[in-house]
């Protein structure tokens, strides 16, 4: 197959620096706060547009049918609400792990959007992508608006700020957890008091702020899952460490590559781990940027 109609795009991983559950709808759904950041870290997807009308992943990923992928599922949710008759033929280089709490399966979804939408030549706003986005799963609009937010509702209603970009050893023991597991236990804290931060947050304030929040399905995960407990205990001792979303993976905060780097080679056997850079901007809002000139 020829390679070069493929066109490259990122998929980055995101971070919650806090989450707290604020809340519980009639329906189900769990009201948060939480601020989410992006790494200048994550999968690869490359996208060859072509007149077939289907929609092809190439690279399918282990243990997921097609049809249930989010990758296919937004191509297809795009395709059918535009009316756009265009295919497109899909490969992914996935590096992040599945059930890690750092949204690969919804960045994914956003980069599918965003990508399609200019080269489908569809050209819907944002706002309108990001709508798509949340039938999906509440975290795909943080990756479509591609800017660092302090998010309200199921995550959906954002609020741009910027946080201090430090750097992040990233560790997942092995296991993955599932967010309805965690999202459905009678134990979860549904009741954490709103932060009701207006919108002149000082990006001062919410450093501040992120420091005294903590992670409300932490203790859920540690009490169910021995191996974060160990791993989050271990972490602890070198750097302020908290688990990002339902977990598994924690993120320990560093002011330099370098103090990551010496933590990161002393982590006990088995954990899988990276270094990466909080970044406030994704790096999609580029690549997209590029795409139309």
Request: aromatic fraction near 8%; hydrophobic fraction near 40%.
């Given at each position: 197959?020829?390679?070069?109609?493929?066109?490259?795009?990122p998929?980055?991983?995101?971070?919650?620096l806090?989450?707290?559950?604020?809340?519980?709808?009639?329906n189900?759904?769990?009201?948060?706060?939480t601020?989410?950041?992006?790494?200048d870290?994550?999968?690869?997807?490359?996208?060859?547009?072509?007149?077939?009308?289907?929609?092809?992943?190439l690279?399918?990923?282990?243990?997921v049918?097609?049809?249930?992928?989010?990758i296919c599922?937004a191509?297809?949710?795009?395709?059918?609400q535009?009316?756009?008759?265009?295919?497109?033929?899909?490969?992914?280089?996935?590096?992040?792990?599945m059930?890690?709490g750092?949204?690969?399966?919804?960045?994914?979804?956003?980069?599918?959007?965003?990508?399609?939408?200019?080269?489908?030549?569809?050209?819907?706003?944002?706002?309108?992508?990001?709508?798509l986005g949340?039938?999906?799963?509440?975290?795909?609009?943080i990756?479509?608006?591609?800017?660092?937010?302090?998010?309200?509702g199921?995550?959906?209603?954002?609020?741009p700020?910027?946080?201090?970009?430090?750097?992040?050893?990233?560790?997942?023991?092995?296991?993955?957890?599932?967010t309805?597991?965690?999202?459905?236990?009678p134990d979860?804290?549904?009741?954490?008091?709103?932060?009701?931060?207006?919108?002149?947050?000082?990006?001062?304030?919410?450093?501040?702020q992120?420091?005294?929040?903590?992670?409300?399905?932490?203790?859920?995960v540690?009490?169910?899952?021995?191996?974060?407990?160990?791993?989050?205990?271990?972490?602890?001792?070198?750097?302020?460490s908290?688990?990002?979303?339902?977990?598994?993976?924690?993120f320990?905060?560093?002011n330099s590559?370098?103090?990551?780097?010496?933590?990161?080679?002393?982590?006990?056997?088995?954990i899988?781990?990276?270094?990466?850079k909080?970044?406030?901007?994704?790096?999609?809002?580029?690549?997209?940027?590029?795409l139309?000139?």
């Amino acid at each position: 197959m020829n390679t070069a109609n493929f066109i490259s795009f990122p998929s980055p991983a995101k971070l919650n620096l806090f989450l707290h559950v604020v809340g519980q709808r009639p329906n189900g759904y769990h009201e948060l706060e939480t601020v989410f950041q992006f790494l200048d870290y994550g999968d690869t997807i490359e996208l060859s547009v072509n007149n077939s009308n289907t929609i092809e992943l190439l690279t399918p990923i282990k243990g997921v049918n097609n049809s249930d992928n989010l990758i296919c599922k937004a191509a297809k949710l795009l395709q059918n609400q535009t009316k756009c008759d265009l295919g497109v033929q899909i490969k992914i280089n996935k590096i992040l792990p599945m059930g890690g709490g750092l949204g690969g399966g919804s960045s994914n979804a956003a980069t599918i959007l965003l990508a399609l939408n200019k080269l489908w030549n569809i050209n819907l706003p944002i706002n309108q992508l990001a709508e798509l986005g949340l039938s999906l799963g509440a975290d795909v609009p943080i990756f479509v608006k591609g800017y660092a937010a302090f998010a309200q509702g199921i995550g959906e209603v954002l609020t741009p700020i910027s946080p201090t970009e430090y750097w992040y050893l990233v560790s997942k023991p092995s296991c993955s957890i599932s967010t309805q597991d965690v999202f459905g236990s009678p134990d979860l804290v549904r009741n954490t008091p709103k932060l009701l931060l207006s919108e002149n947050i000082n990006n001062k304030d919410i450093d501040l702020q992120i420091e005294t929040c903590h992670n409300d399905c932490e203790t859920i995960v540690i009490k169910n899952y021995p191996k974060v407990a160990n791993l989050l205990a271990w972490l602890i001792e070198y750097a302020p460490s908290r688990m990002t979303g339902t977990g598994a993976c924690i993120f320990s905060r560093f002011n330099s590559e370098h103090e990551a780097k010496k933590v990161q080679s002393t982590l006990p056997e088995g954990i899988e781990s990276f270094i990466a850079k909080g970044i406030n901007q994704s790096p999609l809002i580029d690549a997209i940027k590029n795409l139309a000139n």
